[in-house]
Each structure stands twice: as structure tokens, then as C-alpha cells.
């Protein structure tokens, strides 16, 4: 009989734990609740997302990421970080283990839809390339042929090169593994004769060969990769705040506001548009929900947009802004007014 | 009748009744757990609906659109994530076989040599055991991919061992007989060699047992079988052409191929569930009393005669279920082909879980073969366990 208390008791009680789990509150509240946001990382990419060699990660997602908990929490350093493999990734999202994925991903139409993410921007433009070993003397797309070829599963890279083989008429045979550090050194001992994802993680990977010199980039870009932050489906309210992250990060490099002089300019700027946007006239904050000095806390901790390329794909990659320059300057990036 | 204690009576005899008591005690248990089921799924649905992700099992016949290296169907980019996950299945029931049988045969070599009197080979033995049965699965399989990517050359540079087999980075490449009608008879008549076979083999029993009188079945259905296969050959015009592996551009063309993924995990595989299959073939064999082996010698038996007809048959039965279990663990462990990038089922359903979203259909879907796959080979272990039982008389 006491057996029989203990399993109805054991029922009840796992009953209402779960409950609780079901229905706990919506992302910015909890994220105020435990102290730290949560986000979702690459295990390994130079520029956008790495650990130090002591431990502490690095990059354009890391900062964004930072960028996100200085906005809710007023403090960059309130963050944690789940590195995840490409396979892992939506899965981690959809079941809360994250609350935001600055991982690197590629917005498409089925991942916006049936997987369950809202894609709130783009925080770098990119392509898939193709990285060949310098010795085999390949110099562009169209003579690979019948190339082995090493892949991360559950990419839009895996679909784009099957797409790309199609279309050209080609044959190729793909070599699937799951860790991306593994895909690649696979591909550096030679069992393929390509390596092929976005054109950054070409150069952050080619980084990381005994001798980078040995391997090459070809110049062909087959696909369009705009990679952006990913929050999940039903919390418009958090799905904003990153969103209107990512947009001050922008709009702070476009009116040539910097970690450096964000005080000077909040004191004196006499632009509406400005004091709008550091919190000086309200209203602003209280639309999002934050406080009022949501984005002067974002550009003074992490800083603007240029500021965190540079810093990291630039220095780290030696990528120029290309694509990823201020449509003022030629590029894409498009900040939405803050107003 | 109607005297009111007897009716307490009868209701306290109820509440104190064994048999009662039980019955509640099932019903809240079973209820208690059907409960718990039904709230978990139906609060997963819930959950799915409220993120808007798409649910059901209809993403199976849309295009899968991804490559996989190696199919035993066919299989390209166009065709539906249902036949990708078939084509891991098939993957995962192939590296299952051929590691099993590998295992075995690996087993009971090292087994028997464990307990030779040998001491050298008995210490190698040893050794073997410990060496493999120690270290993770998973590092051996990491293991053996980085020697066979590492350790081979580059295609360009492949070494040829025999004329026309080739070893490389690429993995192991060698001619196969080129496509001929004459192999499907021979198929044919491989298969009625094998009936004809087995019915030579009962009627040799059966005469055995009426007049006592032996027939060499074992070496005339060999012979039955071979000569069948080799006359077919030679009546469908003995074909003589190679598919050739050839070196075209990045790789080799024709040829049969046994990939560095499929060769790491199986030798991986091999090796490791060898080690435990090695200690059950000892056990089993140091299990029949040592009467037995000088009796059968008394009577005359060979010694080959003494371990097939009364040393084996009763080591098996002490054998059998733990070597299932056995069984069942390789065909589990090969779902970490994935570390090594071998096709197989869970790397195939991984896959699709990322590229559709719907995870939970996904891993549904393996969770269901594997169970499928253990109860086949469980079933099977237990009718040739019975088959093997003592008979009592």
C-alpha cells in the first residue's frame, strides 16, 4: 500500500511539474527571470561565433547575442551560450533549450514557416562557395564533376549543392558528417576533393588547415545565403526586441554614433531622430517594453554594426563589408527608422 | 438480512480483501500511467500548434532534394524523404549484417584461441579482448575513419594490391563481373542447389535413423550446389567481362566500392562486439564437462567429430542468449555511423528532421525500426535458441 502511495503521489507531482513547464510565460519574461539570455551559437566559427582559448566566445553572433541581453538586462555579460551543430540547431530552438538562435542560418520560406522560426533580420549577407585543394588545379565550379564532396547535414548547403549538381547536369557523391569540425578535417586529410558552405566559413575554416596556402576558394558563389537571427514561433513581443537590436546596431553606425563618443552624442545631439533613439525623448523603450536606455546600452557595451565587423569577420577574416556595407555606402544593410 | 452490520460487514470484508485491494491498485497504476501518456502527447501537440510547426507524417512523399553516397536502391536529389529513410534503413541493415557476421566469426577464432594451449597465442588473445573491449566504440570508429583517410593515399596515387583492386582515400575499389544475364540463372540454380540440398540432407537423416547407415550429405550437397552454379555458367556462354574501377578525373569510375565511412564503422563494429562474442564462446565451451570430450575420444570420434557433435551443441546452448544480446547491441551501434558520416538510418532521419523541422515524426520513425529491427533478430535468436534447446526424453 505504501508502494501504491508513493507511484500516485510520483503521478500527481510529475503531473504538475509539467503543467508548470507548459505553461510558462512568454521569452522576455523569463529571460528576466533567470538574469541571462540563452542563446544558440556555432560550435566553431572565427568571426562569428568561437571560443577563446580561454573560454570565452567571440564573434559577429556572440555580439549580437551580447547586444540582445544589454537591451533586456542593461548588462552585455548576462549571456550564455549553447554551441550547437547545424543538425541540432531548430531542435534546441523549438524545445526552449535556447531562446534565440545567433547561429549563422540561413533564412528560407520552410524554415519561416512549417520549422517554426521567425527570422527577424539579416545580420550578414553571404554565399555558398567551394574550397578545392590547391594541388588538384581546379579553378572555378564547373570542373567538378564527379568530385567527392564533404557536407555538414541539415543545411541549406546540402540542398544548394545537390541543386547546383542538378542543374549543371553533374554528378557528385557527398560525404555527410555531422560535427563541422569533423566535415572539415575529413576534407583536409583528403577523402574529398571539396569542402563546400557559406563563403565566410570558407575563409574561417581555411584558417584552421596545417597550411591554409595548400587550399583554395574558388570564385563561384552559387546561392544566396542571407544568415539572420531566429526566434521562435508566437512571441511577437521578443521576436521585436531582436529584431529592433539588430536595426539600432545599424542605425547607430549609420548616424556615426560608436561605443566611443555615445555619451557625447546623447548629451549634446540635437537630432529628434537621435534622441529618439538613445532614450532622451521617451517612448520609444515603453514600445518594446524595455527601459528607455535600451539602445544606449547596446551601442556603449557592444558597440555599432561597423564596429562588430570589424572587430571580428574583418580583423579575423579579412573579409571586406561588401554586401555587408551601409546601403549608404553601396551595400544592403537597410536600417528601418526608429520612430 | 436487512440487520445493517452485516452490510458493513460485507463492505469491510471487500475493503480488506487481497483480491480487491490488488484489482485497485492495478487500475490506479495503469490509469496513472495512460494519463500521464495522453497528457504528454496531447500537450505536445499543443505546443507544436501554438509555434505553428507543421505536424503528421506527410512530409514522407515530398522531395528530399539532398544527395546520399551510398544506396542499395537507387536514389537521387528528386526523390522523396520517405525513400531516403528507406535507403538509411537498408544502410543500417547491411553494416548490422555483415558486423554481425563478422563479429562471429572474429569471436570465435579469438575464443577458441583464448583458451589454446598455446601460451603465446593465448596471451595475444588477451590482449586482443582487452585492447578492444575497453575503448569507447565511438573512438574506435573515429579511429579507424582517420587511419583509412589519413593512411591511404589519394586516388591519383592508389595503391594497387592485385591487378585492378585499388586502395586509396576514396576507399576500396574492385572489378566486379560486368552486367550478364548468366549471373541471374546462376543466382538461380545457387538457390535450388541449396533446396536440393536440404533435401538430401533430411533423406540422409531419415535413412540414417531407420538402418543406421551414414551418408556423406554435407560434402555432396556442396558438391550439388557448386556443380548447379558452374554448369548454369557454362550453358549461359561463360561470360568473361570486368566491370573495372578506372581512374576518370576526381575518382574512380566502374568497379565495385566499399567506402572509408562503411569499412570504418564495420571494422569498428567488428572489432569491439568480437571481444565480448570471444568471452561467450569461452564460456560456452568451458561449460561442458570435460567427461563429455574424453568420452566422445573413447568412442572414437575424431576430434573434429568430438567439438561439431558434442562439444558445440551443448557450448550453443549456453551461448545463444547472451550472443543475441550481443547481436542487438552491434545493429544499436551502428546508429554511430553518424560520427563517421555513413549513411545510415539515424544520420538519413537527421537530416530530414532538420530540413522539414518535424523532429518528433522523425524519431518516431527510427525509434519504430529499431524496435523492429531488435524484435526480428530477437525472434529469430529464440526460435534457433529452441531449435538448439536439450530435447528431453
Known amino acids: 500500500m505504501k508502494s501504491l502511495k508513493l507511484i500516485v503521489g510520483g503521478v500527481i507531482a510529475a503531473t504538475a511539474a509539467l503543467s508548470t513547464v507548459a505553461m510558462a510565460g512568454d521569452t522576455v519574461d523569463s529571460i528576466k527571470k533567470k538574469g541571462y539570455v540563452q542563446c544558440g551559437v556555432n560550435t566553431a566559427l572565427t568571426g562569428f561565433s568561437a571560443p577563446t582559448s580561454e573560454g570565452k566566445w567571440e564573434g559577429l553572433d556572440v555580439e549580437l547575442c551580447q547586444a540582445i541581453a544589454a537591451a533586456i538586462l542593461g548588462d552585455k555579460t548576462k549571456t550564455k551560450y549553447t554551441p550547437l551543430t547545424a543538425a541540432q540547431r531548430f531542435t534546441a530552438l523549438q524545445s526552449k533549450e535556447v531562446d534565440v538562435l545567433t547561429r549563422n542560418t540561413t533564412w528560407t520560406l520552410s524554415r519561416d514557416t512549417k520549422v517554426g522560426l521567425n527570422f527577424v533580420g539579416v545580420n550578414f549577407y553571404d554565399g555558398q562557395g567551394f574550397m578545392v585543394a590547391k594541388e588538384s588545379g581546379i579553378d572555378s565550379a564547373e570542373g567538378l564533376d564527379g568530385a567527392t564532396v564533404c557536407i555538414e547535414p541539415g543545411t541549406t548547403t546540402e540542398l544548394n549543392l545537390a541543386d547546383y549538381f542538378r542543374s549543371k547536369g553533374m554528378s557528385f557523391e557527398p560525404v555527410v558528417i555531422e560535427s563541422a569540425t569533423e566535415a572539415v578535417q575529413t576534407f583536409f586529410s583528403g577523402r574529398c576533393d571539396v569542402y563546400t558552405t557559406d563563403a565566410s566559413g570558407l575563409a574561417s575554416y581555411r584558417q584552421t588547415a596545417s597550411n591554409p596556402d595548400d587550399f583554395v576558394v574558388l570564385p563561384d558563389i552559387i546561392s544566396k545565403e542571407p544568415l539572420g537571427p531566429a526566434v521562435r514561433h508566437g512571441d511577437e513581443q521578443f521576436a521585436d526586441i531582436v529584431r529592433w537590436t539588430h536595426i539600432a546596431m545599424l542605425e547607430a553606425e549609420e548616424k556615426g554614433i560608436t561605443s566611443a563618443n555615445v555619451d557625447a552624442v546623447r548629451k549634446d545631439s540635437k537630432d529628434p531622430s537621435i534622441q529618439r533613439m538613445l532614450g532622451t525623448t521617451e517612448g520609444m523603450g515603453e514600445a518594446l517594453g524595455l527601459s528607455e536606455d535600451w539602445a544606449y546600452n547596446i551601442i556603449k557595451q557592444v558597440g555599432n554594426y561597423g564596429e562588430s565587423y570589424d572587430r571580428n569577420v574583418k580583423a579575423k577574416l579579412g573579409l571586406e563589408r561588401g554586401l555587408n556595407a551601409l546601403w549608404t555606402n553601396g551595400g544592403l544593410m537597410y536600417p528601418a527608422p526608429i520612430r | ?393
Open chain 2, 1 to 393: 438480512m436487512s440487520d445493517p452490520s452485516n452490510n458493513r460487514n460485507r463492505l469491510s470484508g471487500l475493503i480488506y480483501s487481497e483480491k480487491v485491494r490488488g484489482m485497485v491498485a492495478q487500475i490506479l497504476v495503469t490509469g496513472g500511467i495512460v494519463f500521464l501518456a495522453w497528457y504528454l502527447i496531447s500537450n505536445t501537440f499543443e505546443n507544436l500548434d501554438n509555434q505553428g510547426i507543421a505536424t503528421g507524417y506527410s512530409f514522407l512523399s515530398l522531395e528530399s532534394s539532398f544527395g546520399i553516397s551510398e544506396h542499395l536502391i537507387s536514389f537521387s536529389p528528386s526523390d522523396s524523404y520517405g525513400r531516403a529513410l528507406m535507403v538509411g534503413l537498408l544502410n543500417t541493415v547491411k553494416v548490422s549484417l555483415l558486423g554481425i557476421i563478422f563479429a562471429t566469426i572474429i569471436g570465435f577464432f579469438i575464443g577458441i584461441s583464448r583458451m589454446s594451449k598455446n601460451w603465446i597465442l593465448s596471451r595475444i588473445a588477451a590482449i586482443y579482448i582487452n585492447l578492444f573491449r575497453n575503448i569507447p566504440v565511438l573512438l574506435q570508429l573515429i579511429f579507424w575513419y582517420a587511419v583509412i583517410n589519413n593512411g591511404l593515399p589519394n586516388p591519383k596515387r592508389a595503391l594497387e594490391v592485385l591487378p585492378d583492386v585499388f586502395f586509396s582515400n576514396r576507399g576500396v575499389l574492385f572489378p566486379v563481373p560486368a552486367d550478364h544475364p548468366a549471373y541471374f540463372w546462376m543466382g538461380a540454380a545457387f538457390v535450388a542447389g541449396i533446396l536440393g540440398a536440404w533435401l538430401l540432407r533430411r533423406w540422409a537423416l531419415n535413412r540414417q535413423d531407420r538402418t543406421g547407415q551414414l551418408f556423406p550429405y554435407v560434402r555432396s550437397g556442396l558438391a550439388l550446389v557448386l556443380g548447379l552454379v558452374v554448369i548454369t555458367y557454362f550453358v549461359c556462354g561463360a561470360p568473361t567481362e570486368l566491370d573495372t574501377p578506372v581512374l576518370k578525373g576526381f575518382n574512380f569510375k566502374g568497379g565495385a566500392k566499399l567506402s572509408p565511412e562503411f569499412l570504418s564503422l564495420l571494422i569498428g563494429l567488428s572489432l569491439y562486439t568480437s571481444t565480448y562474442i570471444a568471452d561467450i564462446v569461452r564460456s560456452g565451451l568451458q561449460s561442458v564437462a570435460k567427461g563429455q570430450q574424453e568420452a566422445s575420444t573413447d568412442l572414437g570420434l575424431k576430434p573434429s567429430q568430438t567439438l561439431m557433435h558434442v562439444v558445440l551443441p551443448q557450448a550453443s546452448r549456453v551461448m545463444i542468449p547472451p550472443l543475441t544480446s550481443q547481436y542487438l547491441n552491434l545493429t544499436k551501434n551502428s546508429s554511430l555511423a553518424v560520427a563517421v558520416g555513413y549513411p545510415d538510418l539515424v544520420s538519413l532521419s537527421n537530416t530530414t528532421m532538420n530540413q522539414t523541422g518535424q523532429a518528433i515524426e522523425a524519431i518516431s520513425i527510427f525509434m519504430a525500426v529499431y524496435l523492429g529491427l531488435s524484435l526480428t533478430i530477437s525472434l529469430f535468436m529464440n526460435w534457433y535458441n529452441k531449435k538448439m534447446a536439450l530435447v528431453e526424453r
